[in-house]
């Protein structure tokens, strides 16, 4: 005689919903995720799911701060036993490329309809997440201001969007490509060129 099924707690369920999501995103694309398709991948009714989560509005404000709450705790990693501004900016660009290649699912979400034209809360939530990750990168491009490594012209808020874009403009590509090639390697590539052009210009040659 099989053991009769035990029921998950609510908060172990309602997770089980949200990593299934991010799964599903990644593997089929967030536009063709369904709440039935949801619930037999995880085996469930779909009124369970709704049980948990009232609306598909709400799964998916759920999935975003589940995807905020992982690129915290990403960035905590980035920031420890590094004390140079410019180590820490560097990780903090690489490591959200590395995170990317290991959740796919950040690209198709932040270019899905979903986000761009159906869920207003969702927008509002990824919107303010670039820009508390664009304070984040100013802070930093001014700490490098400030000791000379970068340019003093440069402005610090338009650089950082510069390495945002960057970030954003690299995953679309690897996400049209198949993720044919490495997210992080082609990244450190463009970030040494992007450093390059906020660095303090070299003293002309003195000449005699």
């Known amino acids: 005689m099989a053991a009769p099924r035990t029921r998950k707690r609510a908060v172990d369920r309602k997770a089980e919903i949200v990593e299934t999501a991010i799964r599903l995103s990644a593997e089929i694309g967030p536009d063709r995720l369904t709440t039935d398709l949801l619930a037999r991948e995880i085996g469930i009714s779909q009124p369970a799911i709704f049980r948990h989560f009232p609306t598909k509005g709400d799964i998916w ?4 701060q589940r995807i ?3 690129l915290r705790q990403n960035a905590l990693l980035s920031d420890k036993d590094v004390v140079q501004p410019i180590d820490k900016l560097r990780n903090l660009v690489v490591d959200h490329l590395a995170f990317i290649e290991q959740t796919p699912a950040i690209p198709a979400i932040l270019f899905s309809r979903e986000l761009h034209a159906e869920n207003e809360h969702l927008r509002a ?3 303010q997440l670039i820009e508390s990750r664009q304070r984040s990168l100013a802070r930093l491009i001014h ?3 400030a000791v000379g ?9 338009d650089a950082a969007y ?3 874009a960057l970030i954003q403009g690299l995953a679309m590509r690897w996400s049209l490509n198949n993720r044919q090639f490495d997210l992080v390697a082609e990244g450190q590539r463009l970030l040494a060129l992007q450093f390059s052009g906020f660095e303090k210009p070299a003293a002309p ?3 005699g």
């Open 61 to 64: 404000l759920a999935v975003a």
């Open 68 to 70: 905020g709450e992982m």
């Open 125 to 127: 939530f990824f919107s």
């Open 143 to 145: 700490a490098e201001i």
């Open 149 to 157: 490594r970068f340019n003093k012209s440069l402005n610090a808020d």
């Open 162 to 164: 510069l390495l945002l």
């Open 205 to 207: 040659a003195k000449n």
